[in-house]
């Protein structure tokens, strides 16, 4: 069981709204082509989104598929990866001062990903997380900065003007 955390330089609140959006998978997500909705609204449970894996040369067609979610908590997916078969991938987020921690845990559940599953897949998956999660940090951190540094110019106790 591939488990990873990270301390992002943001809020929950920040993290949510990136992992809320379905359209911004693959900015965090390594190894991911261009996201799109495929079914219902993304992160409601059974919605779905497609994207491609780029593997060298070789494109291929993938769903993320939502099975729980507890709004600006939780996010559990079942990734459907072809011939690899699924995984189930799990995001926690927990706050932790101002900034939040954030957990995945993937493990797969059929096909060939599971039966050929060991300590080398497993240590590989943890490189992954590793990439995975300082792409979902850059993602946040970037646009909770935005936000802080527009309510400082905003906040006339920071020198800025009140804008109605």
């Not at 929950?12 to 609204?41: C, F, H, I, M």
């Not at 946040?140 to 800025?160: F, H, L, N, Q, V």
């Amino acid at each position: 069981m591939a488990v990873r955390h990270r301390l992002i330089k943001a809020d929950p609140a920040s993290v949510w709204e990136v992992l809320a959006d379905g359209n911004r998978y693959a900015e965090w997500v390594v190894g991911t082509g261009d996201s799109r909705p495929k079914q219902g609204r993304w992160p409601q449970v059974g919605s779905s989104i497609a994207y491609e894996i780029r593997l060298g040369p070789f494109r291929v067609g993938n769903e993320t598929v939502v099975r729980r979610c507890q709004e600006g908590s939780v996010l559990e997916l079942e990734i459907h990866a072809g011939f690899l078969g699924t995984a189930r991938f799990f995001i926690e987020l927990r706050e932790w001062g101002e900034d939040c921690l954030v957990i995945v845990d993937e493990h797969p559940l059929v096909g060939a990903g599971a039966v050929l599953h060991n300590v080398g897949v497993e240590a590989l998956i943890q490189v992954r997380h590793r990439a995975m999660l300082a792409r979902l940090a850059r993602c946040c951190e970037d646009g909770a900065r935005g936000r802080r540094e527009r309510a400082a110019r905003r906040s006339p106790a920071a020198g800025g003007t009140a804008h109605a």
